[in-house]
């Protein structure tokens, strides 16, 4: 269950929607609807579903692995933090999440480097 972290951080479930891997075509919709997209993987090739969320103009948060800050460059059009740091990405989401202004700026940002 991805939810017993998640709340082992103290996070909020009423703000949080954790989401199991699902195919492609499922995808977008679940990023029109998301108010941040946190991808705190351990290993990820690229990221592909953060360039997705950066073309819907979503701020993005996500785990400094692989080439990972090839497609998200660290408080310029998203959040980066170190693999495995629960504090780091708690952090990340509670500035996120208390940031409207913050949100739109990454996500703008997001969008017209994917664009």
């Not at 909020?12 to 075509?25: A, I, K, T, W």
């Not at 785990?63 to 933090?81: K, S």
């Amino acid at each position: 269950e991805l939810e017993t972290p998640v709340r082992a951080l103290g996070l909020d479930l009423e703000r949080v929607d954790v989401r199991r891997p699902m195919n492609n075509s499922e995808l977008a919709p679940w990023i029109g609807r998301c108010g941040v997209l946190a991808l705190p993987s351990r290993s990820e090739a690229m990221g592909r579903v953060l360039l997705e969320a950066g073309a819907a103009g979503k701020p993005r948060l996500a785990a400094a692995v692989d080439g990972i800050p090839a497609v998200v460059r660290d408080r310029v059009d998203g959040l980066l933090f170190p693999r495995e740091d629960e504090a780091a990405l708690a952090d990340g989401l509670d500035r996120l999440m208390g940031s409207a202004d913050l949100r739109r700026r990454l996500g703008f940002a997001a969008r017209e480097r994917v664009d």
